[in-house]
């Protein structure tokens, strides 16, 4: 158990809606960082928040946005939803959010669009 | 543009014997590595680093090499156990882009009885 939590586990939905994936980080931690993983493919980086503000963005979607409140969960908002969003969406957290500091990673949420 | 690359998507490996995990990149602005492992459904951990500085990062039956000069690292695993299958992660730092990791697609171990 990494420490890390994501709900839902599992998430099935219609293309043109919109979802909330929730995370909560490691007792401790200041950063988050948001991943998606298509079959068969890399995490790829979307988003990193440390301590409530957005610090990095990567291939990160316009119809995607996310924020970490100030307790320190985080949660990713996808709209618009399309067939090609069907993916693993990991969250990840360390305390200083350098990329080399290991990142503590949630067991991910299955989101399915049909 | 596929900057780590793990151009195996499987290995099988007898129990007991040495697994050797590949990966390359393109960016030699990388300076550090890491492997990361991943069960099926569980989120990645973290396994073993390396920095750019070195060629070589041991720890128990995990050991990374650094080959700067060919853009290569490769994870050795020895001895292999079943608790080793499972699908392994590497990532680099790219300090051009704000530290963030970037990730190989992933090797599938499979360790055999």
């Known amino acids: 158990d990494s420490g890390v939590t994501q709900t839902p586990k599992h998430l099935i939905t219609a293309t043109g809606q919109r979802v909330t994936l929730r995370c909560s980080p490691r007792s401790g931690d200041l950063s988050v960082y948001w991943y998606q993983q298509s079959l068969d493919q890399g995490l790829q980086f979307l988003i990193q928040?440390?301590?409530?503000?957005?610090?990095a963005k990567g291939n990160i979607l316009e119809r995607f946005s996310a924020q970490q409140f100030p307790d320190l969960h985080s949660e990713l908002n996808l709209s618009s939803l399309e067939l090609g969003d069907s993916a693993l969406y990991f969250c990840a957290s360390n305390v200083a959010g350098e990329g080399a500091d290991t990142q503590y990673f949630g067991p991910g949420t299955r989101l399915t669009v049909l | 543009d596929q900057q780590v690359k793990q151009n195996s998507p499987s290995l099988s490996v007898q129990e007991g014997r040495i697994s050797i995990l590949n990966c390359d990149y393109t960016n030699s602005m990388f300076d550090y590595f890491l492997w990361y492992k991943k069960y099926p459904a569980e989120g990645p951990t973290f396994l073993i680093s390396?920095?750019?500085i070195k060629d070589k990062n041991e720890d128990g039956r995990f050991t990374v090499f650094l080959n700067k000069s060919a853009k290569h690292l490769s994870l050795h695993i020895v001895p292999s156990q079943p608790g080793d299958s499972a699908v392994y992660f590497c990532?680099?730092?790219?300090?051009?882009?704000?530290?963030?990791?970037?990730w190989g697609a992933g090797t599938k171990l499979i360790i055999k009885p």
């Open positions: 928040y440390y301590n409530g503000e957005e610090r």
């Open positions: 390396i920095s750019s």
């Open positions: 990532a680099a730092v790219n300090r051009d882009s704000n530290y963030q990791l970037i």
